[in-house]
């Protein structure tokens, strides 16, 4: 039996690695001096008589300025996220209550403290008065508002109404307020610039000249919330001696990273940079924006990495190496930019597999002037007189997938897939973003008759709930139900029914099980 394996960032949690959201948190809070001065002495090196440097690189370029990202760019950051994860902050914003109760578990303050310091504060109870019939969000945004009906925010309005000195808690409830008008406001300011006419006639283009009209003013909507995100750590005393104020606070700073944690989207400020790494001479600014943010990314992705040491002795991929003692693999293919599964698999002293990076790795180098990708352990070994900058993020720069060398990487995992049994994929979230991968596992269900095993979380819903939701994030059609099989499993033990994900589904696909003569017959 020969499977093919592949891992999102879901795998790798277990690990220490962390979420998507929070990586695109902490990038944008790293210092980029240190960066700026590498890519500096990069272009000291490139040599000035080359046509590289003339009709490549713009005049003066070695001593022309480098930028990094910063605050200017900060508003496309909550632009991108209000205006394509806004169901999700408007969600989270309406069950306000559970993400502190989420939040005070993380960070271990009891409920019975909080109620105590905010009783002792106000002489009131937490809930005791609520916000829901004061204020009123007007009806054009929204007619069902829960944020002000919550307890903990409206307790948050009590401390901030009636202490003095309250003025970190006073941004918190207000990057929450902003949050909440923006997410609605983003929705009216939609239905409006697509429904300005609700008839107009065809033939009459003038109608046309007059939609989308009217936006956001971005740069005030969210900024609180990103201020308090993107500055340095901020930390709150949580202990027993600690005022209603500093625990409220700590929740809602706690709360604030939560949420955008899951919406964060940075897709659109890529978006808006990647391609000037091709045209350095046309936009410097950007061309420089791009390749230190690169650079930042990929030293951090290696930062987060454990050491093997460090590594729990268990996870999805020890799993995997216990698969392997016994069962074949087609191929194993990943998002992920690290290549933790090696360690592991040398330190179970096993073979190590071929990992087919699909979105680049922290040993890919990406050479924009030439459109080709290279792998290297050593930066120090590539050529030094072109520049090269980190290759990831790939679906939000599509250009250097029509690179050779990527191209032979989606080929060979797709043949390698093809003639496989069966497919897994382990904590990826076959989102919009990745449309690139997922076309390449459509095609093999619709296409080639194969059948995809996608391990989730059972906290995500059944079986059935997620299965639905796969198959409208794949676009498949209903008559290939049976081509995907989501198998929930609990996060911490990695077991459905008491039997490990892997096991299951080795089970699944044995001729001799019932599972599998129904699923052959069908």
Request: aromatic share 10%; hydrophobic share 40%; with cysteine.
């Amino acid at each position: 039996m020969k499977i093919g394996f592949f891992f999102g960032a879901g795998a790798e949690i277990g690990y220490g690695l962390p979420s998507g959201g929070k990586f695109a948190i902490d990038l944008f809070r790293q210092n980029p001096s240190s960066y700026r001065s590498q890519l500096r002495e990069q272009l000291q090196a490139v040599d000035l008589t080359s046509s590289y440097a003339a009709d490549w690189l713009p005049q003066g370029f070695r001593d022309k300025r480098i930028h990094a990202f910063g605050r200017s760019e900060f508003t496309s950051l909550i632009e991108s996220s209000i205006e394509y994860r806004r169901t999700e902050i408007i969600r989270r914003l309406n069950q306000f209550d559970s993400e502190c109760d989420e939040a005070m578990q993380s960070l271990g303050i009891s409920r019975e403290l909080i109620e105590a310091k905010f009783s002792e504060l106000t002489d009131k109870s937490i809930g005791d008065s609520l916000y829901t019939h004061v204020i009123k969000l007007n009806e054009l945004l929204a007619q069902d508002v829960s944020l002000f009906s919550s307890d903990y925010y409206s307790a948050m309005l009590d401390v901030v109404k009636s202490t003095e000195g309250s003025d970190d808690l006073r941004r918190y409830v207000t990057a929450f307020l902003q949050l909440l008008v923006g997410a609605h406001g983003q929705d009216l300011v939609r239905r409006l610039n697509q429904e300005l006419f609700e008839a107009a006639p065809d033939d009459l283009p003038i109608f046309d000249d007059v939609s989308g009209m009217f936006r956001l003013e971005f740069n005030r909507i969210g900024s609180t919330a990103l201020e308090l995100l993107l500055e340095e750590s901020r930390t709150f005393d949580i202990s027993e001696s600690s005022t209603a104020l500093s625990l409220l606070c700590a929740v809602a700073q706690k709360v604030l990273e939560n949420i955008f944690t899951t919406v964060l989207d940075y897709q659109k400020l890529i978006d808006d940079h990647f391609r000037y790494l091709f045209s350095p001479e046309t936009e410097w600014a950007k061309f420089t924006k791009m390749a230190v943010f690169l650079k930042i990314a990929q030293d951090y992705i290696k930062q987060q990495a454990p050491d093997i040491a460090d590594i729990p002795a268990a996870g999805y991929y020890h799993d995997l190496a216990s698969f392997a003692q016994n069962h074949e693999f087609s191929a194993i293919g990943t998002a992920n930019y690290n290549s933790l599964l090696t360690p592991i698999f040398e330190q179970q002293g096993l073979d190590v597999p071929d990992v087919i990076h699909l979105n680049g790795s922290v040993n890919d180098y990406y050479n924009p002037y030439k459109n080709t990708v290279v792998t290297n352990d050593d930066f120090d070994a590539l050529d030094a007189n072109q520049l090269h900058v980190p290759f990831i993020l790939t679906q939000s720069g599509l250009k250097p997938l029509t690179s050779v060398t990527m191209s032979r990487r989606y080929v060979q995992l797709f043949d390698s897939y093809n003639n496989s049994d069966a497919i897994v994929v382990v904590g990826f979230g076959f989102n919009k973003d990745d449309s690139h991968i997922n076309g390449l596992f459509r095609e093999l269900i619709e296409n080639h008759g194969k059948r995809l095993f996608v391990v989730s979380r059972d906290v995500d819903g059944t079986a059935e709930q997620q299965q639905r939701d796969l198959r409208k994030r794949l676009r498949i059609a209903n008559n290939y139900s049976r081509s995907v099989i989501v198998v929930p499993v609990d996060s911490a033990s990695r077991t459905i029914g008491d039997v490990l994900w892997v096991d299951h589904i080795i089970s699944e696909l044995t001729p001799d099980t019932p599972e599998a003569q129904e699923s052959s017959n069908g």
